[in-house]
C-alpha cells in the first residue's frame, strides 16, 4: 500500500506564492509520473502539471509561466511552486502518483484559497 502525504496549501493574496508537497511512502514500488490536479467547488477535477522519472514536464495551459513542478526521486516527493497566485487557482490540489506497476494513488487533498 502506499501513502501519500500533501502539505503546503492555506490562504494567500492574489499574487502570492505557494509551495506544495506530496510524499509518498510504502513498500517496495517505484514511481513512474507524478502529478498535481486541482478541482474547484462545482468543476471537474482537472491536470495541473505532472512530472515524469526522467523529469519531463507538462502543464496545463492556465498556469504555464507561474506554476513549476519538480520531483526528487530520492524522497519519492513532488513539489508544486505556485507563483503569481490568482483567485481563479482557488481549489482543492490533489497530488497523483503513478507507480511502474501502473496502479494510481491519490493524496487526500490540501486546500489552496487565493483571495483577491
Known amino acids: 500500500q502506499v501513502r501519500l502525504v500533501e502539505s503546503g496549501g492555506g490562504l494567500v493574496q492574489a499574487g502570492g506564492s505557494l509551495r506544495l508537497s506530496c510524499a509518498a511512502s510504502g513498500d517496495n514500488f517505484s514511481i513512474n509520473k507524478m502529478g498535481w490536479y486541482r478541482q474547484a467547488p462545482g468543476k471537474e477535477r482537472e491536470l495541473v502539471a505532472a512530472?515524469?522519472?526522467?523529469?519531463?514536464?507538462n502543464y496545463a495551459d492556465s498556469v504555464k509561466g507561474r506554476f513549476t513542478i519538480s520531483r526528487d526521486n530520492a524522497k519519492n516527493t513532488v513539489y508544486l511552486q505556485m507563483n503569481s497566485l490568482k483567485p481563479e487557482d482557488t481549489a482543492v490540489y490533489y497530488c497523483?502518483?503513478?507507480?511502474?506497476?501502473?496502479?494510481?494513488?491519490w493524496g487526500q487533498g490540501t486546500q489552496v484559497t487565493v483571495s483577491s
Open positions: 497523483k502518483v503513478v507507480a511502474m506497476s501502473g496502479l494510481v494513488y
Open positions: 512530472v515524469t522519472r526522467a523529469g519531463s514536464t
